[in-house]
């Protein structure tokens, strides 16, 4: 029996208020992260980060529940992307601190503001081999740059602060901070803060003028100039400089993977996409340069091909804020340590105008797209159809997320991006499982925006349990599974490079269509060209999540495609 009374104010006193309960560990960290400006974390409960949760009702901070850590690591990462404010995701101690490891990594090779909050077994049991411990910090010491293990609650605020002042300067990358359970419980109070002074870490973000100069002087002897353009125009905001300089010199400007979105893609300068799958006269313009200036780019393998027989005939200027990528993987003529905007802004002061018509009209006459049209040769839809659709719908302007494959390749080269930040995407680590996640971490971060996951239905099918969290937080995301039934570009190598032996990369899908209804999210499968538009205009129509189901040709392949370890001479731009 249930015996109902009136409350007194006396039972309301034995209750403490939160402003009047003793203030611990628990709520110093969180007031730590909210005087970061944090607003949303990314997060799932587990013993040792109990307490955290038990006073995190009492703040100004949206935690999100996600269905797995990756998916919350993920999350935080698009939403850094997207913002351009740091992503900050929590888990527990043992399994859930490493199911974050994936994300933690994906950031770091893609240079990402994120935090990582771990909980610990309390410091009396550490080494022991205690229920959920794990040495988190020694597993991410190659992938963060850098971790802390909190030991004290008066050095709470510190390492917050620390780990944000890390995290976003410089080249940004992630940070955990690991707090044992103990110091989660001890009392203490936050610290003032104090400015940040790191011993050794002094990032250079203004370049020396000498080596400003010096790329001048090379730039106004070049005959055949290009710039290749990276994440680093993105992150240091310098997308209006990148087009002032380009525009002032008349040098046609290449995208990284990453970069895409740093310069508009339809400005009549922009070449688009670079590299393995990129464009066949990008390609080209590389080969043929007789100097390229990398800004912001790591001249990665994806880029180069094999470097011997990259850009043969060009010297190279590279601008990036991180000196140890500097002559890495290709010898350097000029390096200019610095930060992207900083270093445009110098040689916009340091250039008179600049003009090669004869350069540019070379390229225009290589200029091709790939292959497209609604239907394969099979008689199939063509993903590209799909996504050149979306395009053309969307009118350019939703930020898109991808997973990692054929998909995210189509919509490199065929959804155009003017916009910064609008393309969010794996690129170092090529992380399958990425694009659900991310996406909902951009439109919790972006309400504004249509947010369109663009994902395959092997990568789709690591995290779609995150549909579960997209539903609780009500986040309008668009999920457009590209279905072939295969792990697509697995079985684009197998078919090239390996006699067809399609070895484990056949894979089947659940009823997308039963998933969905099951969350409560509407879906259409699609499987014709003329059913195409009418679906993309139905989900935007939709004040919520949607999925859509493109079924489209099997054995589609990605165009053009130099090899792994291969070189321009090696492309092949079309099917046989």
Not at 172 to 200: F, S
Not at 444 to 452: H, I, T
Request: hydrophobic share 40%; net charge negative.
């Amino acid at each position: 029996m249930v015996v109902q009374t009136n409350e007194t104010e006396t039972d309301r006193r034995a209750e403490p208020t939160p402003a009047a309960r003793p203030s611990n560990g628990a709520r110093v960290l969180c007031r730590a992260l909210q005087r970061e400006g944090v607003r949303v974390i990314f997060g799932y409960p587990g013993g040792a980060v109990i307490p955290l949760y038990d006073v995190l009702p009492e703040f100004d901070i949206h935690h999100v529940l996600v269905r797995h850590e990756q998916g919350a690591a993920h999350a935080a990462d698009g939403y850094a992307r997207a913002t351009g404010r740091p992503g900050v995701c929590l888990a527990t101690s043992g399994p859930g601190a490493t199911n974050l490891v994936t994300g933690i990594a994906t950031a770091m090779l893609d240079s990402i503001p994120l935090v990582a909050i771990t909980g610990q077994v309390p410091q009396a049991v550490i080494g022991t081999d205690a229920f959920q411990e794990i040495d988190i910090t020694g597993i991410t010491l190659p992938i963060t740059k850098h971790n802390f293990v909190v030991r004290r609650v008066a050095d709470i605020g510190p390492t917050i602060q620390q780990a944000f002042h890390l995290a976003t300067t410089g080249r940004p990358g992630p940070v955990l901070v690991d707090v044992p359970k103990d110091v989660l419980l001890a009392e203490g109070e936050l610290a003032p803060p104090e400015p940040v002074q790191l011993l050794g870490y002094r990032p250079t973000i203004v370049p020396h003028r000498r080596q400003i100069r010096r790329a001048a002087e090379v730039l106004r002897a070049a005959q055949r100039p290009l710039i290749l353009a990276g994440h680093g125009i993105l992150i240091s905001g310098a997308t209006e400089e990148l087009v002032r300089f380009a525009e002032r010199t008349q040098i046609p400007v290449g995208l990284t993977l990453l970069g895409i979105g740093g310069f508009p893609g339809s400005h009549p300068l922009c070449l688009g996409m670079v590299g393995m799958h990129g464009f066949a006269h990008a390609n080209r313009a590389i080969h043929e340069a007789d100097v390229i200036v990398g800004i912001g780019m790591r001249f990665d393998d994806r880029v180069t091909g094999r470097v011997s027989e990259f850009a043969p005939r060009a010297q190279i200027i590279h601008i990036d804020i991180d000196p140890a990528e500097i002559g890495k993987n290709v010898e350097t003529a000029v390096p200019v340590v610095g930060d992207a905007r900083e270093a445009l802004l110098a040689l916009l002061d340091e250039l008179e105008p600049l003009r090669h018509d004869d350069w540019l009209a070379q390229i225009a006459s290589w200029r091709k797209r790939p292959a497209s049209g609604p239907v394969a040769p099979t008689g199939e839809l063509a993903p590209q159809y799909v996504v050149e659709r979306l395009h053309a719908l969307t009118e350019g302007r939703a930020i898109v997320t991808t997973d990692v494959g054929q998909h995210q390749m189509w919509a490199a080269q065929f959804y155009t991006c003017d916009i910064p930040h609008q393309w969010i995407t794996s690129g170092g680590l090529g992380t399958m499982g990425f694009g659900v996640p991310a996406a909902m971490g951009v439109a919790l971060g972006r309400p504004d925006a249509e947010v369109w996951a663009v994902v395959g239905d092997g990568g789709v099918q690591m995290t779609m349990f995150e549909f579960g969290t997209i539903v609780q937080e009500r986040a309008p995301v668009h999920i457009a599974i590209i279905n072939n039934g295969y792990l697509g570009m697995v079985r684009q190598w197998q078919e090239l490079f390996h006699n067809r032996n399609y070895s484990e990369t056949p894979i089947s899908s659940p009823d997308y269509m039963l998933i969905a209804q099951a969350y409560g999210i509407p879906g259409r499968r699609v499987t014709r060209p003329e059913e195409v538009d009418d679906a993309i205009r139905w989900a935007r129509s939709i004040d919520g999540p949607t999925l859509l189901e493109f079924v489209v040709n099997q054995e589609e392949n990605v165009y053009p495609m130099i090899p792994s370890g291969g070189s321009i001479r090696d492309m092949i731009e079309e099917e046989a």
